[in-house]
């Protein structure tokens, strides 16, 4: 079970690596380092200025297990990771607002998302800002702020566990707010 987990973690980070990357490639300016917390330090166009955005779009996963909403204009796309596994990515045009959602199989019961697991997880994560979350099927999970290197150190993330599936949503903390958009907007198909 352990070696499975840095398995899954070792993928994990790799794909979230490639995604910045392809974003720093793309904007080299979506540097993250404000701090979500204090809008008033953003610039006009930063991630902390989106609270007006519409969530019209729909992104339903081509197996129906559950959909979201995000920005005209924002574009997502999926691909594999790892065994099983799959990268959902939604951003901006210009790449500088963006989550990516990964989802792998979890092996076990349906469980809440506490800190201890998602620092045994990774060894050697600093998460603080911890938020429980209530998610469908009557176990939370848990929101929190990173020093995810593959965010540059400063990453905002929600992990859930929901009928045998891990979902890990991460952004840079400069994205957080669009992060809790995204999610906000979450729905899983009852089959």
Not at 134 to 162: C, I, K, Q, R, T
Request: hydrophobic content about 40%; proline content about 6%.
């Amino acid at each position: 079970m352990k070696k499975t987990v840095y398995v899954i973690v070792i993928l994990i980070l790799a794909v979230i690596g490639y995604y910045i990357w392809r974003v720093a490639s793309i904007s080299p300016t979506a540097a993250p380092g404000v701090v979500v917390a204090a809008p008033e330090t953003a610039i006009p166009d930063a991630p902390a200025a989106i609270s007006g955005y519409q969530y019209t779009e729909t992104y339903a996963h081509p197996a129906g297990d559950f959909s979201f909403k995000y920005p005209s204009g924002f574009s997502a796309a999926s691909m594999p990771a790892g065994d099983n596994g799959e990268a959902i990515t939604v951003s901006d045009k210009d790449g500088k607002i963006g989550v990516q959602i990964l989802v792998t199989p979890w092996s076990g019961q349906d469980i809440d998302i506490t800190p201890d697991i998602v620092r045994s997880s990774v060894p050697g994560l600093r998460i603080s800002d911890t938020r429980t979350v209530a998610v469908a099927g009557g176990h939370d999970g848990l929101a929190f702020l990173s020093d995810n290197p593959a965010f540059n150190g400063a990453s905002s993330e929600l992990w859930f566990v929901y009928k045998g599936n891990l979902y890990q949503l991460s952004a840079y903390q400069t994205s957080d707010a669009f992060l809790r958009g995204v999610f906000g907007t979450w729905k899983f198909t009852q089959k």
